[in-house]
């Protein structure tokens, strides 16, 4: 579902942006935690 979703939108790079924008429509509250948890780990490891 996740590679026909990316596909659809254009690639990575214009997945990334409908998502961002969809998140600046729906607000940070709707990003569920697990998914919030994703992201922290993922800057949290690029920052070492």
Known sequence: MI???????GGKPAFAQ?????????????IPQTIKD???RVVQLAGD
Do not use: M, Y
């Not at 590679?3 to 939108?9: H, L, Y």
């Not at 409908?18 to 709707?30: C, M, Y």
């Open 3 to 9: 590679k026909a979703a990316i596909k659809n939108a």
């Open 18 to 30: 409908a998502l961002a924008t969809e998140v600046k429509q729906r607000g940070v509250g709707a």
């Open 38 to 40: 994703v992201i922290s």
